[in-house]
DNA sequence: CGTTATGTTCGATG
DNA sequence: GCATCGAACATAAC
């Protein structure tokens, strides 16, 4: 379930769970998750270490490890972050899990793998590296950032929101919800938007996400939990405008299954 | 059994 | 160069 608002909710529980207190064991029961790191080397550089800082950009989580660079944690689409007490068993599809001397643990958990645990010297420049544009919620990502980027892209809307070196953080589900709260077709050029449609886009991708952390985030459980007048509970086949009731259509693009209602978010290509 | 899935990357193609 | 499409990755859940 990560996109920014998931993320920024393991960044909570790893900065309450995982950090100031010694850890003392590393547990790495896949060890795919690392790539080409060992896990040998991977748990000699964290045990007996403390992590001193917990940071979010975009769907990347990192957290500073005390005078030894940096752990990343990347959640592709089954990842997350749970924390479990001392004679707890590891919660299902724990792949990394870091045992703390006051008995808690930490656990990086991703059903189908995709996804990656590793280490890093320096915070910003694994950003770089990772071709990072600014943070969707971070103060270098402003209007006339998103002005700028849209007059110059040839995408549509939608792969523009998606699009990690544009804006970090946005991703199939939050994409479908910032469109529809904006009233935007999914296939609008950028380059053929009005400034009034760039700033409400720009507003609208900052009231959903921090409405989406607000309310706990976690895509399935979100249902209940999401804002009135959300696209999200209502994101699955046959289901119906959260405005005017219309059932909602799909559209499909690069393997993924966008939802929109065709009636309120008209199309404005060409 | 077939389809689909919250992400990213790579190669082919337009 | 740029954009889009499908496949691939690995593993369920429906």
């Given amino acids: 379930m990560p996109e920014l608002p998931d993320v920024e909710l393991f960044r909570q529980i790893l900065e309450k769970h ?5 850890i003392v064991g590393v547990d ?5 998750i690392l790539g080409k790191l060992t896990s040998r080397d991977f748990t000699h550089r964290l045990v007996g270490k403390k992590l001193v800082e917990a940071r979010r950009h975009g769907k990347h989580l990192l957290a ?8 990343t944690l990347h959640f592709g689409m089954t990842g997350g972050l749970e924390a479990f007490a001392g004679q707890e068993a590891a ?3 724990s792949r990394v899990s870091l045992d703390f001397v006051s008995g808690g643990h930490l656990a990086y958990t991703n059903r189908r793998m995709i996804g990656r645990v590793g280490l890093t010297p320096d915070a910003d420049a694994f950003i770089a590296e990772e071709k990072l544009g600014p943070d969707a919620l971070g103060g270098e990502f402003t ?6 980027a849209a007059a110059v892209s040839r995408r549509d809307v939608k792969s523009f929101l998606m699009a990690q070196e544009i804006v970090a953080g946005i991703g199939n589900i939050y994409a479908d919800e910032i469109l529809f709260q904006t009233r935007l077709h999914p296939n609008t050029l ?9 700033e409400a886009l720009y507003r609208a991708i900052g009231t959903v996400l921090k409405a ?12 209940e939990r999401a804002p009135k007048g959300f696209l999200l509970p209502e994101r699955k086949k046959g289901g119906h405008c959260p405005r005017c009731r219309t059932t909602l259509a799909l559209l499909k693009s690069g393997g993924r299954t966008g ?8 199309e404005t290509r060409t």
């Fill in 259 to 266: 939802y929109f209602c065709p009636r309120c978010q008209t």
């Fill in 212 to 223: 989406a952390i607000k309310a706990g985030a976690g895509a399935e459980q979100f249902g």
């Fill in 143 to 148: 209007l006339a950032r998103l002005q700028k």
């Fill in 190 to 198: 950028t380059s053929a938007m009005t400034p009034q449609q760039l």
């Fill in 18 to 22: 995982g950090l100031g207190k010694k």
């Fill in 64 to 71: 500073k490890i005390e005078s030894d660079g940096w752990l």
């Fill in 28 to 32: 790495v029961s896949d060890a795919r």
């Fill in 91 to 93: 919660p299902p599809y």
